[in-house]
């Protein structure tokens, strides 16, 4: 049973919605969209009140009784046809009020999280303003709101960074940027050899660059100045890619600690 807000309902009644009809579809067009999408069949009589529903009210039926994820991408590919709709009908939207319909459907099918590795979002020290921030992100992304948070994403992938060179011994400066703290860190990973496939090394280059151009949304796309902030889909994008670059650091770091502690250990078999 799919769970939507005051608000997430209103955006379906308002965009989809008119005096019954769902856009310009016809009853059977309608019925081979939904069904082509969902494999199923919404000229159930359960999505029709005694059997007399229109088309809007068998929809607003179907968003009650599915669950997040198939109402999510139906409505996900409802989203061109309502797109085509307003162009048809000299009915021009701004780009507000179409991402405020794809939040909606991103966030059901997503299952109420947008960004997969948002767990890892994890201060990898004690301390508390550390703590408070990263805490801060993940309770950003749980409203689905990752454009508020873009800034304080680069702050923490910098402290984050930070504590992964002291704990190497690396030197760095208070100002140090995001991708030259990447940059240290990265160098002597490759110097101890973690990385173990040639295509790993390429992501890993790669993702120096998706860094480097974090510096620039942090200080001409996000609330850390007075700047128009980025999209919403943008915004998820680059919260998906540094979320799971931390998390696979995370996993690398354990797993190579892990190694020099059980090699550590002595062998009690030899006494």
């Known amino acids: 049973m799919a769970e939507l807000s005051y608000q997430e309902k209103k955006i379906v009644k308002d965009s989809l919605i008119q005096q019954g009809y769902v856009l310009d579809f016809s009853n059977n067009s309608f019925n081979n969209f939904v069904a082509d999408v969902t494999k199923i069949n919404i000229d159930d009589p359960k999505y029709s009140e005694d059997n007399s529903g229109s088309k809007g009210q068998r929809l607003l039926k179907f968003i009650e009784l599915e669950s997040d994820y198939v109402?999510?991408?139906?409505?996900?590919?409802?989203?061109?046809?309502?797109?085509?709709?307003?162009?048809?009908?000299?009915k021009p939207k701004?780009?507000?009020?179409y991402e405020l319909y794809s939040k909606m459907y991103m966030r059901l099918i997503s299952g109420g999280n947008v960004v997969e590795h948002i767990d890892a979002i994890q201060a990898n020290n004690d301390d508390k303003d550390f703590n408070s921030l990263a805490k801060l992100i993940?309770?950003?992304?749980?409203?689905?709101?990752?454009?508020?948070?873009?800034?304080r994403l680069h702050t923490f992938l910098i402290k984050f960074l930070k504590?992964?060179?002291?704990?190497?011994?690396?030197?760095?400066?208070k100002d140090e940027t995001v991708n030259a703290l990447y940059g240290k860190y990265i160098k002597i990973i490759r110097e101890k050899k973690f990385i173990e496939s040639e295509m790993s090394d390429k992501i890993i280059k790669f993702s120096f660059?998706?860094?480097d151009a974090f510096n620039d949304i942090r200080n001409n796309k996000s609330f850390a100045h007075d700047n128009?902030?980025?999209?919403?889909?943008?915004?998820?994008l680059i919260f998906s890619n540094v979320t799971a670059m931390v998390k696979f650091i995370q996993s690398m770091e354990a797993k190579h600690k892990s190694v020099v502690i059980a090699e550590a250990e002595p062998d009690w078999g030899t006494f």
């Open 94 to 97: 701004d780009g507000g009020y």
């Open 163 to 173: 504590e992964l060179c002291n704990s190497y011994g690396v030197a760095f400066t």
């Open 228 to 236: 128009p902030i980025l999209n919403y889909d943008e915004s998820v």
């Open 209 to 211: 660059q998706v860094i």
């Open 138 to 151: 993940r309770e950003s992304i749980e409203k689905n709101e990752p454009e508020a948070a873009l800034d």
């Open 71 to 90: 109402v999510g991408i139906l409505l996900k590919a409802l989203y061109d046809e309502l797109v085509q709709y307003n162009n048809n009908h000299g």
